[in-house]
């Protein structure tokens, strides 16, 4: 008979609860696919009498979770309690360097050490796989380490933090300030109590960097993110935006240009009638232009008990079918250095004014923006009441560079009453 494919599990939270209730559930198809058992042996968590709803009677148990990637009877350990160092990392290396495979959801752990432990895996010869740990259920480190194995990625972009895509597409729907729309998502269980790590673009960024690595055959660099989080997205810009035919989301970019990789996590505009535009709620959508392909789109569930497991699952099938593949998609020796773009690429920008409603001031600022070469699209100056007259602008394809010289010297002028606004417009 074959022998099975045995398991710990490290964390038996949402996600480590959800694994063992899948493995439970669906054992027998899991063997009839894998054309073995996939077996949980030995479980580690913080507190062993606490209730989790599922029957751990049958397993045996660790305090100390790096005591399963020392056990006999385990073969692959599924990391996920979390933290980018401490128990998480010591758990993971010591399975790698024991020859065990891993399986984790680890993003944080997986952008500041994934380089090493990648080489780690492959000098052991097992795998570290971590599908869960970008989009949540979305297999798309399996597209891009294997569907789209053929193509040449020219760019990766996506929506990848649920909680910022609730949060942006409430204060849309609702009108509501993003403070208020924000203790909802907390009330729900959107937003941690601590939502500083989702909502400043960190827990997004940490995703990029992954699909950066494998898109672009680059080492994880999660230190060159440009990040910027949605804190200052006001309800003035997402109106402005939707009345000009854009939304306003939490937008991932990585893409390979002249002068290096270029990695961006910040608020942009996409078409409000493009997939992107039209993703509500906590959903994750992840868009990847190839050059034989074209573009695909990849939509789902980006976080939760059953998304989460059921990326984790994906993966312990792929190894008990015996199914082992660089971590980054290429021997991990391989991966560049790649340098950050500093200029990044060009594109279109959203821009918004607060100026004193004089008369002349409209011709200086389109005097100004010419100057740098920035050429204006579109215009639109909204009605007012008092002194100031906001003045939204959408641009042409710009640098970035040229932008920003033109907004200081606009900052400067006498007639400006506030800074300006400059979102980035990114199409699809
Ligand atoms: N939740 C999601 O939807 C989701 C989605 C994608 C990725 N992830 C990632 O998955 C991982 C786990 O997330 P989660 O939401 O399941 O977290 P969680 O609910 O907080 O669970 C963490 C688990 O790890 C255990 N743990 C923490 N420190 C430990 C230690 N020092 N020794 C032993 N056990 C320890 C905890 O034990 P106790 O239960 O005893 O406290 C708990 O069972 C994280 O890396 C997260 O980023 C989560």
Excluded at 14 to 42: P, W
Excluded at 182 to 210: F, M, N, R, W
Excluded at 391 to 416: F, G, K, N, W, Y
């Amino acid at each position: 008979m074959t022998k099975p494919l045995k398991i710990a599990i490290a964390g038996l939270g949402t996600v480590g609860g959800g694994i063992v209730k899948m493995v439970q559930k669906h054992g027998a198809l899991l063997e009839k696919r894998a054309g073995k058992a996939i077996e949980i042996t030995a479980v580690s968590a913080r507190s062993r009498g606490k209730d989790r709803g599922v029957d751990l009677s049958g397993y045996a148990w660790e305090d100390n979770p790096v005591a399963l990637s020392q056990r006999d009877d385990v073969d692959l350990v599924i990391e996920v309690m979390g933290g980018e160092d401490g128990p998480a990392k010591a758990c993971v290396e010591t399975a790698l360097q024991n020859g065990k495979h891993v399986v984790t959801a680890n993003k944080a752990m997986l952008a500041l050490h994934g380089q090493s432990m990648a080489e780690m895996a492959e000098n052991s010869g097992v795998a570290l796989r971590y599908e869960a740990a970008v989009a949540g259920g979305i297999p798309i480190v399996k597209a891009l380490t294997e569907g789209l194995a053929g193509n040449g990625i020219t760019r990766v972009m996506g929506v990848m933090n649920g909680t910022c895509n609730y949060i942006l597409t409430e204060m849309e729907r609702t009108g509501a300030a993003y403070a208020d729309v924000l203790k909802d998502a907390q009330a729900l269980g959107y937003a941690e109590a601590d939502p500083s790590v989702d909502v400043g673009g960190i827990d997004a960024a940490h995703k990029l960097s992954l699909l950066s690595s494998v898109a672009f055959g680059t080492k994880v660099d999660f230190a060159s993110v440009q990040i910027e989080g949605i804190e200052r997205v006001s309800l003035a810009d997402i109106k402005n935006a939707r009345d000009m035919g854009f939304s306003i989301k939490l937008l991932g970019v990585s893409r390979m240009n002249a002068d290096g990789l270029e990695q961006r996590m910040q608020p942009c505009l996409v078409p409000a009638n493009s997939p992107l535009g039209q993703l509500d709620g906590v959903s994750n959508m992840v868009v990847v232009d190839g050059d034989f392909i074209g573009q695909t789109v990849y939509q789902g569930p980006g976080a939760g008990e059953g998304p989460t497991a059921s990326a984790i699952l994906g993966d312990v099938m792929d190894i008990a079918r015996g199914l082992v593949i660089p971590v980054f998609g290429q021997p991990a020796a391989g991966l560049s250095n790649s340098e950050a773009s500093r200029a990044g690429s060009d594109a279109a920008y959203y821009l918004r004014f607060s100026l004193q409603d004089q008369a002349g001031v409209l011709a200086t600022l389109a005097t100004i923006l010419g100057n740098f070469g920035v050429s204006i699209n579109r215009m639109h100056q909204y009605s007012h009441g008092g002194q100031s007259a906001p003045l939204v602008i959408v641009t042409h394809a710009t640098s970035r560079t040229a932008l920003d010289q033109a907004l200081a010297e606009i900052s400067a002028l006498p007639a400006s009453l506030a800074a300006p606004i400059a979102l980035r417009i990114e199409t699809l």
